[in-house]
């Protein structure tokens, strides 16, 4: 069975452009999370969908956005990138959002802002 | 409000020797508690979960986990390390709430394994 799978796995933009990021959960998992992995830290929690609905935010500026599909892949938006915004995207999927489900990770997208 | 704060941002073991890695958490409510491994270029994999029932928690690859309420601590142990478990190790604590996966991730710990 295919595992979460995220595109492109690598990224460079300039500061001011806008970068689209995707995932796709495992086959039947209804719950998406987005995390942000600057080098040499843990991941920071950004968004969680389930059912196509925001279940919750991180502390992070309007600039990222993301949605749900009804095929429940995911898109990360981040408009008008800056420097700090260079990282390591990581998606996970898990069967229903719940805190004591199992998160399956991607193996992320490393955006690298200039 | 919760956190997770793990000592020690580099571990150096010999192979065969005790792998330890040390994991604190704050929570104001039963948390649940996770241990994960990021290997170069990759994304996380779990290596084991608490999640209310039994204390001491066995994972993949012979590691295990004891959640100490006392203490707050949720420590990784590992009788014997292999060069394969060099990679960076990362504790983390989920709220005890119904759809929630916002995750509180500690900064890592690297651990080498020396031959």
């Known amino acids: 069975d295919a595992g979460v799978t995220q595109s492109p796995t690598h990224l460079i933009k300039t500061r001011g452009q806008h970068v689209t990021l995707r995932c796709s959960p495992i086959s039947g998992h209804k719950s998406v999370s987005w995390y942000q992995q600057v080098l040499g830290q843990g991941p920071q929690f950004i968004f969680q969908y389930y059912e196509k609905e925001e279940r919750g935010r991180g502390n992070f500026p309007d600039r990222f956005s993301a949605r749900q599909f009804p095929n429940y892949s995911s898109e990360l938006n981040v408009n008008a990138l800056l420097l700090g915004d260079s990282a390591l995207y990581l998606c996970?999927?898990?069967?229903?959002?719940?805190?004591?489900?199992?998160?399956?990770f991607g193996a992320g997208t490393r955006l690298s802002v200039l | 409000a919760q956190s997770v704060t793990q000592l020690g941002s580099h571990v150096s073991v010999s192979e065969g020797a005790l792998v330890l890695l040390r994991c604190n958490y704050s929570?104001?409510?039963?948390?649940?508690l996770f241990w994960y491994v990021q290997y170069p270029n990759q994304g996380l994999q779990l290596l084991l979960k608490y999640t209310s029932a039994a204390t001491l928690v066995k994972g993949i690859n012979d590691f295990e986990a004891e959640f100490k309420k006392s203490e707050t601590s949720f420590h990784l142990t590992k009788p014997s390390a292999h060069m394969s478990d060099a990679a960076e190790y990362f504790c983390?604590?989920?709220?005890?709430?119904?759809?929630?996966?916002?995750?509180?991730f500690g900064a890592g710990t690297r651990l080498t394994v020396k031959p």
């Open positions: 929570s104001s409510v039963p948390p649940y």
């Open positions: 983390a604590v989920s709220l005890f709430l119904y759809n929630n996966n916002d995750m509180r």
């Open positions: 996970a999927s898990s069967l229903a959002g719940l805190a004591k489900n199992i998160q399956y």
